[in-house]
């Protein structure tokens, strides 16, 4: 019936088309061109309309409820006229036909069961004028393309975009709550979400996502190339996945993006804002930021505030660069992939996050209990907040823009490289090293600005590359606790004036450490390569362990060198100790004629101070400085002097001071030598000015050359030669030392008494000045010029000779002053030139020799002894002899023999004792003139003692007061004894004398 029916139909009805189904149960109508009114409405379960290719056919002005189906097969347009169609069961378009508005007020298209295109691969498009409404239906693109292009379409919960086709939306619509999608489209418009959630796939190609969105877990949002694809004024959550497969942007106007799922970058895409307020992206703990694709970089821009919530940030390809200046990483941010994760502007860290590939390289970095994992590198930008780099995690800095730390707390418990020139800049920052800090270039750390900033070392801070200088620089104060500070190459340089270096600091590497201003030293450090090149070095109980050199600079506060350890003093500026205590107890070694300058300061050697150059020990300043001598001060380089000046108290307190080479010159004028002390070394210890010496010491090479040497008890041993200056005080010769007197200046023994059990060279013939003084002579005191004994002011002085006082050489006179108190106990020999005793000088010892005695008479209540065994003696004056004294004549033979020659009186008494020596080879007959006087002759000898002559000897002795002479004559040789072999050399050596002694008297006669 239907074949033959609608032929007829459309003839008779023309606009208003009826069709009537032959069934009772199910009728189907059919629709060729029209207005939808004399129709079924509404259309109920089992019924159905077809419309099929003939003419237009409106919805006008009705208000149709479909239950059933709605079959439209051609592509002609479905026109809605001020009408509402509502589908509760389904709408099926076969052809690529329109839902156009035609005219009147808008119309609706509500959807409750399925709308579907299930025919035809072109579009089918909703267009404007008609509000699609899809009340948790079916939207299904079987083949071709269902088109939401009227702008006012919406898709309440439970709506689900089905079929092979495309669900396409291409102007604005809303979304409200829940919807699954295989196939839907959004390409334009705004897409505002009322809680919509995205279940399955749905592909974004243009427009702007606004209101509230969730992709929901395990469902996905594709994004495609297209037109500008936003993000507006929406809060959109993902806990599926979003691709965003595109390199056009994502924009945001003031919109909020929750990530918990997967938000992929598979392009080299941007986060932008597009205007409005400030937007957020925040990726949570679960959520994963992925740049999977791409080799550029994809940005997220100013305006797009960028927060991750512990998720992962993952640069598969290419680089993730924040660049918004609002990005904020929170506690559990992970930073993955094989690309790059850059942060270019400002941004926030809170909290511990990993990372295998973040590039820091520009702007403020501000942590919140930033902890830092992985490897991170940092190409630009500040540190700002509080920041740690985590044990055993590596921050590379490397060359790009200016590096800061700013207004932070950064403790480093990994390892952070260096590996650019460029600068370590600080303002108002604290950093703690508790790991590495390695410098892989020759960079400095360096002020910027801000209040003093600090950093401390706890562990190792080190230059491992680089032949140039790294420069701590001013107002960072370098704290070093313990930790190691190592210059494999070139030369870390401390400059800044405030770093400290506390106990337990080791300096050590091939290159250099040095300090060249300021800096304190607190405890015990050691070091292979620390040079201290200027500024003062304040030491707080300061302990020096290794090898350090000193080229400029200031010692102050309290310092030691500790045994075996050493300090090289380099030339290059002043060097001083200025208000310290140094105690050495190593070796320190002067290797430069540059001063040691000392101000204010006590240097204790308890160990070796090696002056290896001509420098000399200044007082730069202050009050009196001392140097404690307790072990070696030594020069051992150098032809120069070093001099100790004025107002350095040097006191030896037992120590050795060695001259190898030049000369050591103690000139300050208050040197103190104690008890012990031991002059040593090929070179010449000089003291040209005052000074004290206490207890016995030793000499190699002591010359005494000026001032007063007071002595307390002092006692010489070894050599001392004296040119000049005076002995004051308590002063000892030992028995078997030397002092020898040399030319110089005056040479005075000045209020002292002086005991010299030694031997006392006088080899000047510069006076031997005494002034209020004592002197025992116990020694030898050799008169080896022509040389007087002076009084040279204050009360009378003495000398008292109970050894050897000699005049040894000087054709001259050697006169003993008459204000000088002298007594002889001992022996006094005259074997060169004239010694000229005290006016009326009582003899109670000895006078020997071959030269003259000088005085106006001597008194000999001793012995006097012509000869040296034997000889001549000549007194110039006249001789009185005493009961108790005796004259010594030896006789060896009648050519040598002892005679007394007076030139002028002598009066005899006491004894004449006469020994013969040698082979005593003397005859009967022979005659021997033992005394021959110029003047008068009176008295004779009370005694006469003979020893050595042979059995049988006899003689007479003759007093020939007409010749005023005394001949021993003899009157029986006896038998003669057998000489002893050592008196042969006597004998031989006075046979001169004794020749010239005949001649004397063949004249005389």
Same mark, same amino acid.
């Given at each position: 019936?239907?074949?033959?029916?609608?032929?007829?139909?459309?003839?008779?009805?023309?606009?208003?088309?009826?069709?009537?189904?032959?069934?009772?149960? !199910?009728?189907?109508?059919?629709?060729?061109?029209?207005?939808?009114?004399?129709?079924?409405?509404?259309?109920?379960?089992?019924?159905?309309?077809?419309?099929?290719?003939?003419?237009?056919?409106?919805?006008?002005?009705?208000?149709?409820?479909?239950?059933?189906?709605?079959?439209?097969?051609?592509?002609?347009?479905?026109?809605?006229?001020?009408?509402?169609?509502?589908?509760?069961?389904?709408?099926?378009?076969?052809?690529?036909?329109?839902?156009?508005?035609?005219?009147?007020?808008?119309?609706?298209?509500?959807?409750?069961?399925?709308?579907?295109?299930?025919?035809?691969?072109?579009?089918?498009?909703?267009?404007?004028?008609?509000?699609?409404?899809?009340?948790?239906?079916?939207?299904?693109?079987?083949?071709?393309?269902?088109?939401?292009?009227?702008?006012?379409?919406?898709?309440?919960?439970?709506?689900?975009?089905?079929?092979?086709?495309?669900?396409?939306?291409?102007?604005?619509?809303?979304?409200?709550?829940?919807?699954?999608?295989?196939?839907?489209?959004?390409?334009?418009?705004?897409?505002?979400?009322?809680?919509?959630?995205?279940?399955?796939?749905?592909?974004?190609?243009?427009?702007?996502?606004?209101?509230?969105? *969730?992709?929901?877990?395990?469902?996905?949002?594709?994004?495609?190339?297209?037109?500008?694809?936003?993000?507006?004024?929406?809060?959109?959550?993902?806990?599926?996945?979003?691709?965003?497969?595109?390199?056009?942007?994502?924009?945001?106007?003031?919109?909020?993006?929750?990530?918990?799922?997967?938000?992929?970058?598979?392009?080299?895409?941007?986060?932008?804002?597009?205007?409005?307020?400030?937007?957020?992206?925040?990726?949570?703990?679960?959520?994963?930021?992925?740049?999977?694709?791409?080799?550029?970089?994809?940005?997220?821009?100013?305006?797009?505030?960028?927060?991750?919530?512990?998720?992962?940030?993952?640069? !598969?390809?290419?680089?993730?660069?924040?660049?918004?200046?609002?990005?904020?990483?929170?506690?559990?941010?992970?930073?993955?992939?094989?690309?790059?994760?850059?942060?270019?502007?400002?941004?926030?860290?809170?909290?511990?996050?990993?990372?295998?590939?973040?590039?820091?390289?520009?702007?403020?970095?501000?942590?919140?209990?930033?902890?830092?994992?992985?490897?991170?590198?940092?190409?630009?930008?500040?540190?700002?907040?509080?920041?740690?780099?985590?044990?055993?995690?590596?921050?590379?800095?490397?060359?790009?823009?200016?590096?800061?730390?700013?207004?932070?707390?950064?403790?480093?418990?990994?390892?952070?490289?260096?590996?650019?020139?460029?600068?370590?800049?600080?303002?108002?920052?604290?950093?703690?090293?508790?790991?590495?800090?390695?410098?892989?270039?020759?960079?400095?750390?360096?002020?910027?600005?801000?209040?003093?900033?600090?950093?401390?070392?706890?562990? *190792?801070?080190?230059?491992? !590359?680089?032949?140039?200088?790294?420069?701590?620089?001013?107002?960072?104060?370098?704290?070093?606790?313990?930790?190691?500070?190592?210059?494999?190459?070139? *030369?870390?340089?401390?400059?800044?004036?405030?770093?400290?270096?506390?106990?337990?600091?080791?300096?050590?590497?091939?290159?250099?450490?040095?300090?060249?201003?300021?800096?304190?030293?607190?405890?015990?450090?050691?070091?292979?390569?620390?040079?201290?090149?200027?500024?003062?070095?304040?030491?707080?109980?300061?302990?020096?362990?290794?090898?350090?050199?000193?080229?400029?600079?200031?010692?102050?506060?309290?310092?030691?060198?500790?045994?075996?350890?050493?300090?090289?003093?380099?030339?290059?500026?002043?060097?001083?100790?200025?208000?310290?205590?140094?105690?050495?107890?190593?070796?320190?070694?002067?290797?430069?004629?540059?001063?040691?300058?000392?101000?204010?300061?006590?240097?204790?050697?308890?160990?070796?101070?090696?002056?290896?150059a001509d420098a000399n020990l200044t007082y730069i300043g202050g009050s009196a400085s001392s140097f404690t001598n307790n072990a070696m001060f030594r020069k051992s380089a150098g032809a120069g002097t070093t001099t100790v000046g004025s107002a350095i108290n040097f006191i030896n307190n037992g120590g050795t001071i060695q001259a190898d080479t030049g000369t050591i010159n103690f000139a300050g004028g208050s040197a103190t030598f104690n008890a012990n002390t031991q002059f040593t070394g090929a070179?010449?210890?000089?003291?040209?000015?005052?000074?004290?010496?206490?207890?016995?010491?030793?000499?190699?090479?002591?010359?005494?050359?000026?001032?007063?040497?007071?002595?307390?008890?002092?006692?010489?041993?070894?050599?001392?030669?004296?040119?000049?200056?005076?002995?004051?005080?308590?002063?000892?010769?030992?028995?078997?030392?030397?002092?020898?007197?040399?030319?110089?200046?005056?040479?005075?023994?000045?209020?002292?008494?002086?005991?010299?059990?030694?031997?006392?060279?006088?080899?000047?013939?510069?006076?031997?000045?005494?002034?209020?003084?004592?002197?025992?002579?116990?020694?030898?005191?050799?008169?080896?010029?022509?040389?007087?004994?002076?009084?040279?002011?204050?009360?009378?002085?003495?000398?008292?000779?109970?050894?050897?006082?000699?005049?040894?050489?000087?054709?001259?006179?050697?006169?003993?002053?008459?204000?000088?108190?002298?007594?002889?106990?001992?022996?006094?020999?005259?074997?060169?030139?004239?010694?000229?005793?005290?006016?009326?000088?009582?003899?109670?010892?000895?006078?020997?020799?071959?030269?003259?005695?000088?005085?106006?008479?001597?008194?000999?209540?001793?012995?006097?002894?012509?000869?040296?065994?034997?000889?001549?003696?000549?007194?110039?004056?006249?001789?009185?002899?005493?009961?108790?004294?005796?004259?010594?004549?030896?006789?060896?033979?009648?050519?040598?023999?002892?005679?007394?020659?007076?030139?002028?009186?002598?009066?005899?008494?006491?004894?004449?004792?006469?020994?013969?020596?040698?082979?005593?080879?003397?005859?009967?007959?022979?005659?021997?003139?033992?005394?021959?006087?110029?003047?008068?002759? *009176?008295?004779?000898?009370?005694?006469?003692?003979?020893?050595?002559?042979?059995?049988?000897?006899?003689?007479?002795?003759?007093?020939?007061?007409?010749?005023?002479?005394?001949?021993?004559?003899?009157?029986?040789?006896?038998?003669?004894?057998?000489?002893?072999?050592?008196?042969?050399?006597?004998?031989?050596?006075?046979?001169?004398?004794?020749?010239?002694?005949?001649?004397?008297?063949?004249?005389?006669?």
């Amino acid at each position: 019936m239907d074949s033959i029916a609608r032929p007829m139909l459309r003839h008779i009805v023309g606009a208003s088309l009826l069709a009537v189904c032959a069934s009772s149960q !199910a009728t189907n109508y059919s629709w060729t061109i029209g207005n939808y009114s004399f129709l079924p409405n509404p259309i109920t379960m089992s019924d159905s309309v077809t419309a099929d290719a003939g003419g237009d056919k409106n919805f006008s002005g009705i208000s149709l409820v479909n239950d059933g189906a709605i079959l439209w097969n051609p592509s002609e347009r479905l026109g809605f006229v001020s009408s509402s169609l509502t589908n509760n069961n389904v709408v099926d378009l076969r052809g690529d036909a329109n839902l156009t508005y035609v005219g009147g007020a808008a119309s609706t298209f509500i959807n409750n069961a399925t709308f579907q295109k299930s025919v035809a691969f072109g579009t089918t498009t909703i267009g404007s004028g008609i509000s699609f409404t899809n009340n948790g239906g079916i939207i299904r693109a079987a083949a071709g393309t269902i088109d939401f292009a009227s702008g006012s379409a919406t898709f309440n919960v439970g709506t689900q975009f089905t079929g092979a086709g495309v669900n396409r939306v291409s102007s604005s619509a809303s979304f409200n709550g829940a919807f699954t999608s295989d196939n839907l489209v959004l390409t334009g418009g705004n897409f505002t979400g009322s809680g919509a959630s995205i279940g399955g796939a749905v592909l974004w190609t243009g427009g702007q996502l606004v209101g509230n969105w *969730t992709v929901g877990s395990g469902h996905t949002l594709h994004v495609q190339s297209d037109i500008d694809k936003n993000f507006s004024g929406v809060a959109f959550t993902n806990f599926g996945a979003v691709n965003w497969q595109t390199s056009e942007r994502a924009g945001f106007v003031s919109s909020a993006v929750t990530n918990h799922g997967l938000f992929d970058l598979k392009n080299d895409a941007n986060l932008t804002y597009a205007g409005g307020g400030a937007s957020s992206f925040t990726n949570a703990a679960t959520g994963i930021f992925r740049k999977s694709g791409g080799a550029g970089a994809s940005v997220i821009g100013s305006g797009v505030s960028f927060i991750n919530d512990g998720g992962v940030i993952n640069a !598969a390809a290419g680089t993730i660069e924040f660049a918004g200046g609002s990005a904020t990483f929170n506690a559990n941010t992970q930073f993955t992939g094989a690309g790059v994760n850059r942060v270019s502007n400002n941004a926030s860290f809170n909290g511990a996050f990993t990372s295998a590939n973040l590039v820091l390289s520009g702007g403020n970095f501000t942590g919140g209990s930033a902890s830092i994992s992985g490897p991170v590198e940092w190409t630009g930008g500040q540190f700002v907040g509080t920041w740690t780099l985590a044990t055993g995690h590596t921050l590379y800095a490397r060359t790009g823009s200016e590096k800061n730390f700013f207004g932070t707390t950064f403790v480093n418990d990994g390892t952070l490289n260096w590996q650019t020139a460029n600068r370590v800049g600080f303002v108002s920052s604290a950093f703690v090293n508790n790991g590495t800090f390695n410098l892989e270039a020759d960079a400095n750390l360096t002020y910027i600005g801000g209040s003093a900033s600090s950093f401390t070392n706890n562990l *190792t801070f080190l230059k491992s !590359a680089g032949t140039g200088t790294t420069t701590i620089g001013s107002s960072i104060g370098f704290v070093n606790n313990g930790g190691t500070i190592q210059a494999d190459t070139g *030369t870390i340089d401390f400059a800044g004036g405030s770093a400290t270096f506390n106990a337990g600091t080791q300096f050590s590497g091939a290159g250099v450490n040095r300090v060249s201003n300021h800096a304190s030293f607190n405890g015990a450090f050691t070091s292979a390569n620390l040079v201290l090149d200027g500024g003062n070095y304040t030491g707080g109980a300061a302990v020096i362990g290794g090898t350090v050199t000193w080229t400029g600079g200031q010692f102050v506060g309290g310092w030691t060198l500790a045994s075996g350890q050493t300090l090289n003093a380099q030339s290059g500026i002043d060097k001083n100790l200025s208000g310290t205590a140094f105690v050495n107890s190593g070796t320190l070694n002067w290797n430069t004629t540059d001063r040691i300058g000392f101000v204010s300061s006590s240097f204790t050697n308890n160990g070796i101070f090696d002056l290896k150059a001509d420098a000399n020990l200044t007082y730069i300043g202050g009050s009196a400085s001392s140097f404690t001598n307790n072990a070696m001060f030594r020069k051992s380089a150098g032809a120069g002097t070093t001099t100790v000046g004025s107002a350095i108290n040097f006191i030896n307190n037992g120590g050795t001071i060695q001259a190898d080479t030049g000369t050591i010159n103690f000139a300050g004028g208050s040197a103190t030598f104690n008890a012990n002390t031991q002059f040593t070394g090929a070179g010449v210890n000089r003291l040209s000015n005052h000074a004290s010496f206490n207890g016995a010491f030793t000499s190699a090479n002591l010359v005494l050359e000026g001032g007063n040497f007071t002595g307390t008890a002092a006692a010489i041993s070894g050599t001392v030669a004296w040119t000049g200056g005076q002995f004051v005080g308590s002063w000892t010769l030992a028995a078997s030392q030397t002092l020898n007197a040399q030319s110089g200046s005056d040479k005075n023994f000045f209020g002292t008494t002086f005991v010299n059990n030694g031997r006392l060279n006088w080899n000047t013939a510069e006076r031997v000045g005494f002034v209020s003084s004592s002197f025992v002579n116990n020694g030898t005191f050799d008169l080896k010029a022509d040389a007087n004994l002076s009084y040279a002011g204050g009360s009378a002085s003495s000398f008292t000779n109970n050894g050897t006082l000699r005049k040894s050489d000087g054709t001259g006179s050697s006169t003993i002053g008459n204000a000088v108190n002298f007594s002889n106990p001992g022996t006094i020999e005259a074997l060169s030139g004239t010694l000229v005793l005290p006016a009326n000088f009582n003899n109670a010892g000895f006078i020997k020799g071959n030269a003259t005695v000088q005085t106006t008479l001597l008194i000999n209540a001793g012995h006097v002894a012509p000869g040296t065994s034997p000889g001549v003696l000549t007194l110039a004056g006249n001789f009185q002899q005493t009961s108790s004294g005796t004259l010594d004549i030896e006789i060896a033979s009648t050519s040598v023999f002892d005679t007394l020659i007076v030139n002028g009186n002598a009066q005899l008494g006491g004894t004449l004792a006469l020994q013969c020596i040698g082979a005593c080879a003397i005859a009967t007959g022979n005659s021997f003139v033992v005394l021959d006087a110029t003047g008068d002759l *009176t008295g004779t000898f009370a005694t006469v003692t003979t020893s050595g002559f042979g059995a049988g000897f006899a003689y007479t002795l003759q007093y020939d007061t007409t010749n005023d002479l005394v001949r021993v004559n003899v009157t029986n040789a006896g038998i003669p004894p057998i000489p002893e072999p050592h008196t042969w050399a006597l004998l031989i050596a006075g046979l001169g004398l004794v020749t010239t002694l005949a001649r004397r008297r063949a004249t005389r006669r």
